[in-house]
């Protein structure tokens, strides 16, 4: 008799598509349980852009590498980490764990999925509101947080490498300043 899918539950699908940028939920075997919108994408990506219902054998390779660590007879839940790189803008991190759900079922794999540099962005976003960033500092800071060096920033927004410093002088300020008013 086939198990119910656990993840069928509209409500359950929109927590867990906000959780990662993707993530797929395999057996221990390999069948799909359930795979993000975002998680096709990279799969897809992974696959050179051949559409498939199969988990792409990088992504695979690390679960089994989870897979295994249970044979060696570690009692600590294991997380496996690794990057991926896509293309040369985009970086994918990838963490394979375990998801026991019911003690009754084998626990499945999951597999979260994030482009590292998507990531980075929001993060910039947010600290661009938190730290109050002058619209200028703000470009400034969304480039240095994903990535590109003082001359990148420099040649993107046709301004001196000495402006460049400048502003993240200025951001650096800011952001101590924020620090030392937050109370505990």
Partial sequence: MEQPNPFNSVFLQGIIEGLADGILILTSQGEQIYRSLNAQHFCRKLNCGKPTTQVPKLLWRLCQALIDSCTIGSDRPVVIESEIRLEPSTIL???VKWLALEETHPP???VLLEDRR???LNRAIAEIQQYKLSPQQAKVWMLRRTGYTYR???TNLYITINTVKRHLKAISYKR?????TIEY
Avoid at 176 to 180: G, R, V
């Fill in 93 to 95: 991190r990838v963490r």
């Fill in 108 to 110: 499945y794999l999951v």
């Fill in 118 to 120: 998507q990531s980075l």
């Fill in 152 to 154: 990148e920033i420099a």
């Fill in 176 to 180: 101590e300043q924020a620090i030392d």
